[in-house]
């Protein structure tokens, strides 16, 4: 029986009636908790973990999976709204997600994020239920120096390419690296810039961070700009539909294509996640975009809100999820804290991952591969209708709204920790994010740094254990080689097209008098 046979008999188990219910139970929890900051679909599928051990196996995971991808909508929702991404894989959303939202956009920033995550998750799916042999070979290929060489990618690229200024992309980076360097090292046990504080030992959680920098530090900026008019925005509202006109699609057709393709082989990398695909997707869209405004195209709306920019994250992020299953069913590989629950969970019903899986338990395995699909054709269809609905919160008046925001974000965060110092921490780095929008830094390099930074830093300390010293060891294969290769690449095209910006916007610009 090929794999198609097998995926039609996954439907039939699929679409009985119990485990319709249970998806559609899935996808509306994990929505309704995405939504939530600092609580994501990892955190739901935790909760309900123990709820669920009542449960016939293939209904548990039916339903685990359709929480998955309901809080990865619930995220991208809250990030659009109000800037304060439910976790990290909608951060890259966030960043033209509530721009469009406050043009008066929000409605066709959410259609565009349901849809991509459709399109993301269901070609991702369709990889890893035809081609997951080949995949799952591709991950077997990395190595220490492999996946450092993924983190420097995604430092410069984002620092580079991200930023309006490559000096203050690099700024960034540097605090992030910083901030993601404090608490206790993971290979030798030393304490490294705590200040002897107990409470930073285990480091700034990740959820702390993303919160206070995006949230807490927008709702100071607003809170200091609102009278001035210098960057604040008067009122906050939404228009329109969220049906995407012709020329919506001609830019985010692409821009979705490209994501999921960004997004597939990282899935199956344990490299940090869905960041690096995330920015990366975001980056080359914003690399496209000046292009074609330089070739007299059409302009340049990134940094205003550019509806390709929320395009093709939403689809990197969900196709990454998709192969993540790909990594967890066929190797027994956790690559997210999603997918690591769910082997725990696996584990609890006396199955273990892996290639063996799919022949001890294959009508699980297929059942909840063509769940993958049902889940995402009931998130688009219940999501699409409600974009206008989801938008109306940005009706709410200024004050109550940001208000809402900073009791939902300190709720969040005391959730994940139940710790008060990561409350007095989310209010330092919520001033240190209020100070960066003042000074123009920007904030995408500092979320990937400490996301990414203790990941490159193990990575790179293992690489070299293993040759021993050499350095030589991190461009000793042909994907390290063809990594840096590409970033040399990338780095001197930015650079170039920066420096013939400038010579351009001198030559356009009339020469001043004398004094």
Known sequence: ????????????????????????????????????????????????????????????????????????????????????????????????????????????????????????????????????????????????????????????????????????????????????????????????????????????????????????????????????????????????????????????????????????????????????????????ERRLARRRAARGGEPDAFGEGAIEGVAAPEAAASSTAGTAMGALLGLGLPTSATAAIMLAAFQQYGMQPGPLLFERNGDLVWALLASLFVGSAMLLLLNLPFAPLWAKLLLIPKPYLYAGITVFSALGVYAASSSMADLWLMLVLGLAGFMMRRYGIPLAPVLIAVILGPVAESELRRALAVGQGDVSVLVDSGITVTIYGLLLVIGGSVALGRLRARRAERAARPESLPR
């Open 1 to 284: 029986m090929d794999a198609f046979d097998h995926l039609l008999m996954g439907f039939a188990h699929a679409l009985t009636p119990e485990n319709l219910l249970w998806a559609l139970l899935g996808v509306m929890l994990g929505t309704a908790v995405g939504v939530l900051p600092g609580l994501g679909s990892s955190m739901a599928v935790a909760l309900l973990l123990p709820v669920t051990f009542q449960l016939d196996p293939t209904s548990a995971f039916i339903m685990f999976a359709a929480v998955y991808y309901g809080g990865l909508f619930g995220d991208s929702t809250a990030a659009i709204l109000m800037n304060t991404p439910g976790q990290s894989s909608a951060i890259a959303t966030a960043i033209e997600g509530h721009k469009m939202a406050l043009r008066g956009r929000a409605p066709q920033a959410l259609a565009t994020s349901a849809i991509g995550a459709f399109i993301g998750a269901v070609l991702s799916t369709a990889l890893v239920a035809f081609f997951s042999p080949a995949i799952i070979g591709l991950a077997l290929r990395f190595g220490p120096a492999e996946y450092f060489a993924l983190a420097v990618f995604a430092f410069v690229a984002t620092s580079a390419v991200v930023s309006q200024s490559m000096v203050r992309g690099l700024v960034a980076l540097g605090i992030g690296l910083s901030i993601s360097m404090v608490g206790i090292d993971s290979l030798t046990g030393a304490e490294r810039f705590t200040l002897g504080v107990p409470q930073l030992f285990e480091g700034f959680s990740i959820i702390t961070v993303t919160v206070a920098l995006l949230a807490v530090g927008e709702v100071l900026h607003v809170a200091a700009t609102v009278h001035t008019g210098n960057g604040a925005k008067d009122t906050l509202r939404h228009s329109g539909t969220p049906w995407l006109k012709r020329a919506d699609l001609r830019r985010t057709a692409p821009a979705w294509l490209r994501g999921t393709v960004f997004g597939v082989p990282f899935g199956v990398i344990p490299s940090g996640g869905s960041e690096i695909p995330t920015f990366l997707a975001y980056g080359t």
